[in-house]
């Protein structure tokens, strides 16, 4: 009974959408896995620019914690793709 009244009273009734947090929580090994890509290229460019790489163990490093802002993005993005495919 998904966007109805709740038959439980321990339950909240939902509206049948999920929220931000959740569809981040699907999307953060992607979105982290897209920062890592990401910040091992620049690396390369940065490489070729003369300054030092950085490697690849070290980019999937850094995107661990900077995965999480791009996934609230790419969460809030889709949530909005959602809602547009809904109205």
């Known amino acids: 009974m998904s966007g109805t009244r709740s038959p439980s009273r321990k339950e909240p009734?939902?509206?049948?959408?999920?929220?931000?947090?959740?569809?981040?929580l699907v999307l953060y090994p992607f979105s982290?896995?897209?920062?890592?890509?990401?910040?091992?290229?620049?690396g390369l460019i940065a490489h070729g620019l003369g300054y030092s790489a950085i490697g690849p163990v070290d980019a999937v490093l850094w995107s661990v914690p900077l995965g999480i802002p791009a996934t609230w993005a790419a969460g809030r993005w889709v949530r909005s793709l959602m809602d547009e495919a809904d109205g």
């Open 13 to 24: 009734a939902t509206d049948g959408r999920w929220p931000v947090w959740k569809l981040a």
């Open 32 to 42: 982290a896995g897209a920062v890592a890509i990401n910040l091992f290229l620049a």
